[in-house]
C-alpha cells in the first residue's frame, strides 16, 4: 500500500539559509499535517491544510510557510535558518471525513540539521 | 484544550515481561484516544485507538490499552515483552466533534533487557 512520501529524507543547511521539505501524501486523503520533532522531543504540531487550504496552525515560526498544491501534495518552506531549527520533520496524512475518530499516517520524517 | 501525560521516559523491562506504559489525558469532552510507536530514524505507527466504542482496545504486535475514564487514563500494556518492541511509544488525544489535530505526550522509551 502506498505511504507518506517525504522528501528529502536528509537535509543539511548553514545558518540564515533556506530549506523546502516536500511532502506527498496517500492517496485520497484529503488532510496534511507537518509536526517538528526536537532530539528527544514529543513531535509539536505546525500546520495542517484540508483540501489544499489551511485548516489549523500550529506553533509554527513566522519564518516557515507551507502550502498544498493541486495534486495534494504539500511543502514546508524554511527560511532564516537557526540551529533550533534542527528537528526531525514529520509530514502526515489523513482523510478528514473518516468516521470516528482522527488517524494520521505519518511519512519517516526528514531530518534537518543546521550547521 | 486536551493534553496527554506520559509518567516516565523510560521504561525498562526483561524479555518476557509484562509492559505498562502510563498515559493520563485532560479533556473537556469524550476525547478519542491513540498509542502511536516510533522506531529509530522512522515515523511514528499507529498500535491502537479508542474511539468511545470498546472501552478495552485490542491493537498490533500484541499491545493493548484500557480506557478508564473515571481514571483519565489510557494506559498501554503487552503481556510479554519483546526485544523488538524497544521503542519510543506516544500517546496522542483528539477530541470527538472538535479539533482533529492530535496532541502528543512526550513519549516513554522501552528498553528490552535480554
Known amino acids: 500500500a502506498a505511504g507518506v512520501i517525504q522528501s528529502p529524507r536528509h537535509l543539511i543547511k548553514e545558518k540564515r539559509e533556506t530549506a523546502t521539505l516536500k511532502c506527498y501524501p496517500i492517496p485520497r486523503h484529503d488532510t496534511v499535517y507537518w509536526y517538528q520533532q526536537g532530539p528527544g522531543q514529543d513531535p509539536q504540531f505546525l500546520i495542517s491544510f484540508y483540501e489544499k487550504m489551511q485548516s489549523d496552525k500550529g506553533s509554527i515560526p513566522d519564518r516557515f510557510s507551507a502550502q498544498q498544491f493541486s495534486d495534494y501534495h504539500s511543502e514546508l518552506n524554511m527560511s532564516s535558518l537557526e540551529l533550533g531549527d534542527s528537528a526531525l520533520y514529520f509530514c502526515?496524512?489523513?482523510?478528514?471525513?473518516?468516521?470516528?475518530?482522527?488517524?494520521?499516517?505519518f511519512g519517516a520524517g526528514s531530518r534537518l540539521t543546521v550547521l | 484544550a486536551q493534553s496527554v501525560t506520559q509518567l516516565g521516559s523510560h521504561v525498562s523491562v526483561s524479555e518476557g515481561a509484562l509492559v505498562l506504559l502510563r498515559c493520563n489525558y485532560s479533556?473537556?469532552?469524550?476525547?478519542?484516544l491513540f498509542w502511536y510507536v516510533q522506531y529509530p530514524n522512522q515515523g511514528l505507527q499507529l498500535l491502537l485507538k479508542y474511539t468511545s466504542a470498546a472501552t478495552l482496545v485490542k491493537g498490533i504486535n500484541g499491545f493493548e490499552a484500557e480506557f478508564k475514564k473515571s481514571e483519565t487514563s489510557f494506559h498501554l500494556t503487552k503481556p510479554s515483552a519483546h526485544m523488538s518492541d524497544a521503542a519510543e511509544y506516544f500517546c496522542?488525544?483528539?477530541?470527538?466533534?472538535?479539533?482533529?489535530?492530535?496532541?502528543f505526550g512526550r513519549g516513554t522509551s522501552l528498553i528490552v533487557h535480554p
Open positions: 502526515a496524512s489523513s482523510l478528514q471525513g473518516a468516521v470516528g475518530a482522527n488517524v494520521l499516517t
Open positions: 496522542a488525544v483528539t477530541l470527538s466533534g472538535g479539533s482533529y489535530i492530535p496532541t
Open positions: 479533556s473537556s469532552v469524550p476525547p478519542y
